[in-house]
């Protein structure tokens, strides 16, 4: 309805357009623009004199330096990547042949873009912006520059691109030379070449795009350089695509051929065979859907690719090959393989119970119910014939038997089982209001109307039996937003659209019933086609870095057998000519090789990725019991469906998400009134929020396991009314959050006050504006009251979009209910004396109602009001209603004066964030006095100040701009006092602080008398709720005489039935009434945000995650979402690329090296589906416009689809390697951006379960990715990471002193430990350190995680584990095998007085060395925060050996390996000796003491941000603050912390005030100086006894 007006259209409505510094000479005529057209500047003069045009380097930072300082880990953290190939096409647009090696340009040569906003240019450009396209319906900041621009306009056809000015071939303009030393720059203007003749005008591309497609040669330079890199990878592609043809062939898939001439449908209830389909000859697909990734036939050969693709498992499978082969293995035959299988079937059990929940969630909407109309027939003979006796009944029948063909019966609130066009409706003028937000997020109902040809055939549902119809439509394809068909009938053929289909997953409201046929089913329906067909099996990002790392061990394993086998044959060579026993036992080369491979291949330990899903397993659990993500509201706790990609949590780089559902409430909610100058704040939230209804809920509750998954049903709340706000029940302080308390003050009065002076004082000019104004609220809308009992709590209405149904229910919380409504009439119940009096019935006769519609961007209702007068009443975007006042002239003036200002502030602001991100250094360095126990003054000095240091650093990084956003002024009720906003405060009896006295005070009627400063207030009002992110509307009205209504009733009664151009007719008698209107006032629709997400956003922008919103819904209503939410700043640069407005390849080059300059201090892209399909058909365009994405701050697109919203994520996650991207939505056509996603993450919202049930992840709240990523994904990273450089330390460690050992035993293969003890290294001993250090693992605690986000980069950076991290635990690894077994063979092996040097004693000491030594590093050093679980795994590791040792001298038998004196040895020989205790003992503390050495010295000399961190932790005030920082998203799961830290942090303060008070005692000092209250003063000192003084 009119409400729609605000959001739908341009980039206007009632959606303020923001524009920062860059662009805020736009209104002065559009001089700012030049800058966006110059891609590079050319320069006159001779070759040699030209400076260097471009600065290339790919390692130039895209923002200022952050500081001055030397590079640190942080400030990687802090900077951002720029794109070469973007400089590169920018180079290449402008001809210029492209430097391999990076130049620099002079920066007097390049245009700053940070003070922009303070030039002053007068040089015209030209239009990008087509004369003939349509209008958008921009505000009227936007119209202003829009019209300044366009009369520069060089022409329709010309395009703007940077060019050498000695090539130059068109008209060239010139600019103001900014360096006097260069030479003047120029802008080419050329005729676009003809499409036709471009080189992708030969590929193949639908109609639609190829009429909107932009010319190819608008950037011809680029375009040549694109193909000339296309050309480059031809070869590869013809690869490709010669294995994608011989792939089709071998599984003999055939590709559906389009049919001749679409789908044909014929409507006929009695037909009891099924339709075929023309285009493979076979009935048509039924409606069953699936969203698994396997089936019964392609499970196992998936799964046994997915587990072999680990590199680890494949080298297993290799090497248990070889072993099995007779001969060749000394440590059996099938030791590898067996448990290779039993540890492969593990992980394929666990992947197929996770599909299998899959399974019956598509098999419980499968057997859904649908009514199906089945007719029956009975054959009678009669004499004239046979005659067919039909009986017709609605069948039930589950969803996956449906066909096409099939005539289905919806009822209120019922789902569309499949793609239907409606054939009746029994709603008001048939009309059906259908709910799609499933499909494009969009919350506005639909209305959907059968054809014109099928409301007179389908007048019932008996002619449904009876009568017939034939439709042809398209074939299923994925256009979500265009249909095309015909229906014909008797005859007549009718077209059909998008407005007689209802889709998959779409719900019918506010409509009895609805009839409709089949026309696609199952796989073929739209929400279908959009989706992921075969999602891919995600694997974590780290596996491919441990595949690195395990093709580094083999080629060591392979090195180190090669090398024993070499030095075999040399040593065999010298040796056995002098010992008789090695005569004629000569090995062959081959055998000793593969051997040697079996001896080491347990460098890579089988169970490697075995003990990883282990811990991946524990992982999952921890998640889920995490009650800081649990909602109480829903009952719903966070739900890990897999484990697979735990780690993938804390490196995520983009965040893609849906915005209804997702991002907000899909609640609306008026918010704020401007009427009369004046502007009031209408919050309710404080009445509907219970008590304690905080953002984050503090309480401890307990998780109910019955509710784990499932929605519970949300109690209904007590509807806020007019008494609640004049008894002042706004809740606690704690309670209220107002939509923009991130800002400052409230500067709005509330609407309690406006209505207490309204009824005080109803005789005041202003009291009759503002009860205008809520008559306008009241009546100008098309809902329909419907009662459910008595009081006007039993109401409720029934909307066509939520934005009047707030504005409905804000009037009536205002007094004025719209209580019953019929064709011609609205009954009003108004309270003009209070609640507490009787109302007062008026009935206004609807004379006439002019809907909304795209291109009016506003409604219109003639009514007559009881005392007779007429008034038309006109609410829509105020672009569209600012020109039809009876003071335009003076609101356009006005409108400019307000924008001024606005951009004035903007660049002040954009010039802050520049400067604070380039002041913001990195993360404070710890003092080594900070935690150092000690009374001396300067160790309290000196830790105060690193809290106050910390402090300071945590506001600069969370504040943002702190220019006042509000003139005070421009809010105050009377200008002539400038009242305050604390002067109404509610008193603490609930009143108005005023008092009665006061109440004709409160408003300055000569305010309200004067139109100029009324119109100025009104629009710096809109402009600020537009700030805010708020769908604004504009009100006007005017009273009409009966002469000039009987007029106009005329023409538009000729305009309504006229059966020629309609709807044109109608907006032209629309227009003729619109004029000369009254301002009513203004109003703002909030868009309710969840609860958490602004912050949410900012914490997630700090980590340096960029996010992407990617929604359905409309352009405006995406970009308010996007003040409200953060996403775009009041400071940011916003681009809209519309291939309406032209140019678009131009738009996105100047873009990039606008951002590339270094003077954009927030950068975000809009782009709307069309666009991006317009954009996706050009390959080279698509590859630029990923360049811009990538180096914007933030990306919105709207109206896409699912399957362009999938594509996107495609695109990122193929184009920027090593990140990690995270898709996040609520509803059915989220599914293919979640299944393409790295991680997917559902959100149980009011959508439904669809997304939740495919994701990887699903919560209840956005807010809770907060501790999700930044807490739980780092720590699960982190604990990955950890735990698969100690198993390959560990390994490395023990399997090279076998390796040092081969020396000693002539490289013959003998091994160093007893075969027994030697499996059991791995399952024993050493698997629970690792597997409780990556369970357990806490590097920093989970409030400091939160309240400094930039730590989160380290998995971004792969900082957890990477190449360097490997070489150097293996550095440490190999150091430490040689101490241990030189230790052990010099000091142990050579001793000539020891009881037993034989094999056994010496390898169970070096065994024993390093069962103790990893253990001990595993869980005493790597472990940060240990528990009596490092306790634990220690005396397991560790006692687990003693006692093996125990059992093994009791029970060994000496066959089994003669060569090992095993039994009784440890009682009798070397366990009785203290030399073989005390070198054991020196072992393992030398390499322990290096291990600590080493990391000491890493420490002092190169400390990372972790470590920093951790030491700023052990201080209790700097802990304290984290935790206050962070209290927000640990307000339930962190309570014992926080205890244990106040205890400590209260014993802390009472040890400082002792030592306090010892210092501030006085003390004799040398030479009589005393020193009290801490000041060192001089005193004469007393005579001593018996002295003379004389």
Same mark, same amino acid.
């Given at each position: ?293 396997? *089936? ?329 019991? /995490? ?286 964030? +520049? ?67 604390? !002067? ?15 109440? /004709? ?170 666009? +991006? ?84 992840? !699903? ?66 001993? *050493? ?127 000496? !066959? ?12 009798? *020989? ?121």
């Amino acid at each position: 309805m009119a409400e729609n007006g605000a959001v739908e259209g341009g980039e206007g409505g009632g959606m303020r357009r923001r524009r920062s510094v860059q662009d805020s000479d736009e209104v002065d005529g559009g001089e700012r623009r030049r800058n966006d057209l110059h891609a590079i500047e050319t320069f006159e003069g001779p070759p040699s004199e030209q400076p260097q045009r471009l600065r290339c380097s790919g390692n130039a930072d895209r923002r200022p330096s952050m500081t001055p300082a030397r590079k640190r880990k942080s400030d990687e953290m802090l900077s951002e990547t720029v794109l070469t190939a973007a400089t590169r096409a920018a180079a290449i647009m402008a001809g210029d042949v492209v430097p391999s090696l990076p130049v620099d340009v002079p920066s007097a040569d390049t245009a700053s873009v940070s003070n922009a906003g303070s030039r002053n240019r007068r040089t015209p450009v030209a239009s990008r912006i087509r004369p003939r396209r349509k209008d958008r319906g921009m505000s009227l900041r936007s119209s202003l520059f829009t019209k300044s621009y366009d009369r520069r306009a060089i022409g329709e056809n010309s395009f703007v691109e940077m060019q050498p000015v000695s090539s130059s071939a068109g008209h060239t303009i010139s600019r103001q030379r900014t360096d006097k030393k260069g030479s003047e720059p120029s802008v080419t203007v050329s005729p676009i070449d003809d499409y036709a003749s471009s080189s992708s005008a030969s590929q193949c591309k639908p109609p639609f795009l190829i009429q909107d497609m932009p010319p190819a040669s608008a950037l011809p330079n680029y375009q040549h350089w694109a193909q000339r890199q296309a050309n480059r990878h031809l070869p590869m592609k013809r690869v490709k695509e010669g294995y994608r043809k011989s792939r089709k062939l071998l599984l003999r898939i055939h590709e559906t051929p389009p049919s001749k001439d679409g789908r044909h449908v014929r409507v006929d209830a009695s037909r009891s065979e099924p339709l075929i389909d023309d285009r493979t000859g076979r009935p048509h697909i039924d409606n069953t859907i699936r969203s698994s990734k396997y *089936t019964v036939w392609n499970f196992l050969p998936q799964q046994v690719w997915a587990q072999f693709g680990k590199l680890a498992n494949f080298y297993f499978l290799t090497v248990s090959t070889l072993q099995m082969i007779p001969g060749l293995s000394t440590t059996g035959t099938y030791t590898t393989i067996i448990p290779l299988l039993f540890f492969v079937s593990i992980s394929m059990a666990k992947e197929g119970y996770e599909d299998l929940r899959r399974h019956r969630l598509d098999k419980g909407e499968n057997n859904s119910e649908a009514r199906v109309l089945r007719v029956s027939h009975s054959p009678l003979k009669a004499a004239g014939g046979e005659l067919r006796d039909e009986s017709s009944h609605w069948a039930s029948i589950k969803w996956r038997s449906l066909r096409v063909g099939d005539i289905v019966k919806l009822r209120r609130d019922e789902p569309a089982p499949a793609d239907l066009v409606l054939l009746r409706s029994t709603g008001a003028n048939d009309l059906a209001y259908v709910e799609t937000m499933a499909l494009d997020g969009e919350t506005n109902l639909k209305p959907k109307q059968p054809p014109s040809c099928l409301v007179e055939l389908y007048n019932s549902e008996d002619s449904i039996r009876v009568n017939q119809a034939d439709l042809v439509v398209e074939d299923p394809n994925l256009d979500l937003y265009n249909f095309e068909g015909k229906v014909t009938t008797g005859g007549r053929t009718a077209p059909l659209t998008n407005n007689e289909v209802l889709y998959r997953g779409s719900i019918l409201r506010n409509t009895p019933d609805a009839i409709g046929v089949v026309i696609y089913s199952g796989e073929e329906c739209k929400i279908r086609m959009n989706a992921n067909k075969n999602p891919r099996i995600k694997a974590p990002s780290l596996q491919a870095i441990v595949n690195k790392v395990v093709l580094i061990i083999v080629c060591f394993v392979v090195f180190l057998a090669l090398f024993n086998t070499i030095a075999y044959r040399v040593w065999h060579g010298t040796k056995s000519n002098r010992r008789w026993y090695l005569i004629r036992a000569k090995v062959p080369f081959a055998h000793t090789l593969v051997t040697f491979i079996i001896m080491f291949n347990t460098m890579i330990p089988l169970s490697l990725y075995v003990s990883m899903e282990i811990i991946k397993v524990v992982q999952m659990f921890l998640l889920n019991s /995490d009650i800081d993500m649990y909602d109480e509201v829903s009952d719903t706790p966070l739900e890990a469906r897999t484990s697979t990609i735990n780690e993938e949590l804390g490196q995520v780089s983009y965040i893609f998400s849906d915005k209804t559902g997702t991002l907000t409430e899909n609640v609306m909610q008026f918010r704020k009134l401007s009427v009369a100058g004046t502007a009031w704040l209408h919050d309710m939230d404080s009445v509907r929020s219970p008590p304690g209804g905080a953002m984050l809920m503090n309480k401890n509750k307990k998780i109910r396991p019955e509710g784990k998954g499932k929605m519970a049903l949300r109690k209904p709340l007590p509807k806020p009314g007019l008494q609640d706000q004049l008894d002042g029940n706004f809740g606690s302080p704690c309670q209220r959050q107002p939509l923009d308390a991130h800002r400052g003050p409230q500067h709005e009065l509330p609407t309690a006050e406006m209505i207490r002076y309204i009824q005080r004082r109803p005789h005041t000019l202003f009291a009759q504006k503002a009860k205008m104004m809520i008559l306008c609220m009241a009546l100008c809308h098309t809902c329909l009251p419907e009662r459910d009992g008595d009081g006007d709590d039993a109401l409720s209405y029934q909307a066509a979009s939520p934005d009047e149904l707030a504005l409905v229910q804000a009037a009536r919380e205002l007094g004025f209910v719209a209580y019953e409504r019929d064709i011609s009439a609205l009954v009003l119940k108004i309270y003009p004396n209070g609640l507490d009096r009787e109302p007062v019935y008026e009935r206004c006769e609807v004379l006439d109602v002019i809907e909304f519609s795209s291109k009016r961007k506003r409604m219109s209702v003639v009514v007559r009001f009881p005392d007779g007068r007429i008034c038309l009443m006109c609410k829509g975007a105020d672009s569209a209603v600012i020109r039809r006042l009876r003071c335009a002239d003076l609101a356009h003036q006005k409108s400019a004066e307000v924008e001024k200002r606005v951009n004035e502030r903007r660049s002040i602001e954009a010039q802050q964030a +520049l400067y604070r991100r380039s002041s913001v250094g990195s993360f404070p360095r710890t003092s080594s006095q900070l935690t150092r126990p000690s009374i001396a003054r300067s160790s309290i000095s000196k830790a105060a100040a690193a809290r106050d240091e910390i402090d300071d650093w945590l506001t600069g990084r969370a504040q943002d701009a702190t220019v006042p956003r509000r003139d005070e002024r421009h809010y105050s009720p009377r200008p002539s006092t400038q009242l305050g906003r604390s !002067s109404v405060a509610q008193s603490e009896s609930g009143g108005s602080a005023f008092g009665d006295a006061y109440d /004709d005070e409160l408003v300055e009627d000569s305010l309200a008398a004067n139109d100029g400063l009324v119109i100025e207030r009104c629009l710096q009002h809109i402009n600020d709720f537009a700030t805010d992110g708020l769908r604004t509307l504009l009100y006007g009205y005017r009273f009409l005489d009966d002469d000039e209504y009987r007029n106009w009733k005329k023409s538009y009664h000729d305009a309504t039935t006229s059966l020629v151009n309609r709807q044109q007719r109608i907006e032209e008698a629309g227009e003729l009434i619109e004029q000369q209107l009254e301002l009513g006032g203004a109003t703002a629709i909030e868009d309710k945000l969840q609860s958490g997400v602004p912050e949410t956003i900012d914490r997630l922008r700090r980590a340096n995650i960029k996010m992407w919103m990617l929604t359905g819904d409309k352009r405006e209503t995406a970009i308010n979402i996007g003040h409200s939410c953060r996403l775009i700043k009041d400071y940011s640069s916003v681009t809209v690329l519309d291939h309406e407005t032209g140019h678009v390849a131009q738009k996105v080059a100047a873009f990039i090296l606008e951002i590339n300059k270094g003077g954009v201090a927030h950068a975000v892209v809009v782009i709307d589906g069309h666009t +991006l399909s317009i954009i996706e058909a050009d390959a080279p365009l698509h590859a630029l416009f990923l360049e811009l994405a990538i180096l914007a701050d933030s990306v919105i697109c709207c109206r896409a689809s699912p399957s362009q919203k999938a594509g996107l994520v495609h695109a990122i996650r193929r184009r920027i390697k090593d990140s990690v991207t995270l898709a996040i939505g609520d509803g059915a056509n989220d599914i293919a951006m979640i299944q393409e996603a790295h991680v997917g993450i559902g959100i149980t919202g009011k959508e439904g379960l669809q997304a939740a049930r495919v994701s990887d992840y !699903s919560i209840a709240q956005f807010r809770f990715l907060t501790k999700l990523l930044l807490v739980h994904g780092r720590w699960n990273y982190i604990r990955t990471c950890k735990y698969t450089v100690g198993t390959f330390g560990k390994e490395l460690l023990f399997y090279l002193t076998q390796a040092l050992f081969q020396r000693s035993a002539g490289y013959t293969g003998t091994s160093l430990y007893e075969s027994w003890s030697l499996s059991m290294f791995n399952t024993l001993f *050493t698997s629970l350190v690792v597997i409780f250090l990556g369970i357990f693992e806490q590097d920093l605690r989970a409030s400091t995680l939160i309240a400094v986000p930039e730590l989160y980069t380290k998995g971004q950076r792969n900082g957890g584990f990477n190449l360097r991290i490997y070489l150097g635990w293996m550095f440490i690894a190999a150091s430490q095998a040689i101490i241990v077994f030189y230790t052990m063979r010099s000091l142990y092996g050579s001793a000539g007085f020891t009881l037993d040097q034989s094999l056994f004693p010496l390898g169970d000491m070096t065994y024993t060395a390093c069962v103790i030594i990893i253990a001990v590093k595993l869980q005493l050093i790597e472990q940060r925060y240990r528990t009596y679980m490092a306790a634990l795994g220690l005396f397991l590791a560790v006692g687990g050996w003693l006692l093996w040792n125990l059992v093994l001298a009791l029970t060994y038998h000496s !066959s089994m390996n003669p060569e090992y004196y095993v039994k009784g040895s440890l009682f009798h *020989t070397f366990g009785r000796n203290a030399l073989w205790w005390l070198v054991l003992l020196l072992t393992v503390t030398a390499c322990l003491a290096y291990e600590v050495a080493v990391r000491a010295l890493k420490h002092a000399i190169f400390p990372t941000d972790v470590e920093t961190f951790q030491t700023l932790e052990e201080d209790l005030g700097v802990r304290k603050r984290f935790e206050e920082a962070s209290a927000p998203w640990l307000g339930n799961g962190s309570q014992s912390g926080s205890a244990e830290s106040k205890g400590k942090a209260e014993e802390q303060a009472r040890r400082e005030r002792e030592v306090q008070d010892l210092l501030d005692k006085p003390r004799v000092m040398e030479e009589g100086r005393v020193m009290k209250g801490g000041v060192e003063t001089v005193e004469d000192v007393a005579p001593a006894q018996g002295y003379d003084g004389s």
